[in-house]
Structures are given as structure tokens and as C-alpha cells.
């Protein structure tokens, strides 16, 4: 299989993270690829990297204001969505590109559903200007995927490893 990185930016261009993986799906405007455990993830604005324990399995949807990340232990049973708030992917030579928007529903496994980095959100909305359009489009994804994740619907199904894969590549 063809690997792929994974970059993360934030709204005003700088790298923020980023990380390889396996290419899965690159087809009819969806990408999926897959880390496995032992994948570096580097974390540019934090300073840091580290090597994940875990399968992490994204999801990225030409013109969605969102992407999935879902986490699955050794064994392959879910241990966590991660939904990241970002403007639309890009997909470039070699690697997709997303800018995050600080705003994440996050859920672990057997718990409820929770809004992560409200804080960073407003400061990076004052320092960066980010226009209305952007802050409505924020909200307005974080809102879909709280009502997504009360409902237990995807990517919020606490699907096996397996499972998450058979539907991503087949939706």
C-alpha cells in the first residue's frame, strides 16, 4: 500500500502536526488511511513528538467543515472519536492537509460526548480573525456532531476496528 501525510495546520497556514500513513481509500472524494502503532506524530506547534500505542484510523470528506479520527486499541476493539472541526481537506502531492479550527467532539468508549479547546477556539478567533462565515461554520459542525454522537450514529458507533474499516471503504 501507498503511504500518505497527514498534516495539520492552523487557520493562518503554519504546520501544526503532522504524521504518516497507509493510504486505504482515496476515492469518489473521501480519503481513509490508517496509523499504526508505532507512527511518529509530530507536533510542530507543541515542540514534541510522539509514537502512538494505538491503530488510528482517519477520515477525511472533500467539502466536510470535519474530520474523523478514530482510535482502536492493540486488539482492535474502539477506544475513542476524535472529530476535529477544520476547514475542508486538501488534497496535495503525497499528503492531505486540513486546517484545524480548535473546536473537537471527542468521545471515549463508555462515555458521554464533550466539546474539547472552547478556549482556544475564541483566542484563536481574535488573534487570527477568522471571518464569521468560519466561526458559524465551527459551531454549526460541533453542533451536527454532538446530536451525531448523542445519537450513536457515524462515526459514533463504537464500531470494531474491522467494522469502522468495511464502512468507510464501502460508504
Known amino acids: 500500500m501507498k503511504n500518505i501525510t497527514i498534516r495539520v495546520l492552523k487557520y493562518d497556514g503554519q504546520l501544526h502536526a503532522q504524521w504518516d500513513a497507509e493510504i486505504l481509500r482515496d476515492s ?24 502512538i500505542d494505538k491503530y488510528i484510523l482517519a477520515a477525511f470528506e472533500a467539502a466536510k467543515w470535519y474530520n474523523v479520527l478514530l482510535d482502536f ?8 472519536v476524535y472529530c476535529n472541526a477544520s476547514l475542508p481537506v486538501e488534497r496535495k ?17 463508555g462515555e458521554a460526548p464533550h466539546i474539547e479547546d472552547e478556549e482556544e477556539f475564541e483566542a484563536n478567533n481574535s ?9 458559524a461554520a465551527a459551531r454549526d459542525v ?4 454532538m446530536n451525531r454522537a448523542e445519537e450513536g450514529t457515524p462515526p459514533f458507533c463504537w464500531w470494531d476496528m474491522e467494522e469502522a474499516l468495511a464502512y468507510y471503504m464501502h460508504q
Open 93 to 109: 502531492p503525497g499528503a492531505v492537509e486540513w486546517a484545524d479550527l480548535d473546536l473537537d467532539v471527542v468521545q471515549m468508549r
Open 127 to 135: 488573534a487570527l480573525q477568522y471571518p464569521p462565515q468560519v466561526v
Open 142 to 145: 460541533v453542533s451536527f456532531l
Open 73 to 80: 486499541d492493540m486488539d482492535g476493539s474502539p477506544k475513542r
Open 28 to 51: 469518489d472524494g473521501i480519503i481513509v488511511a490508517l496509523a499504526r502503532p508505532g507512527t511518529e506524530i509530530l507536533h510542530h506547534t507543541k515542540g514534541f513528538s510522539v509514537q
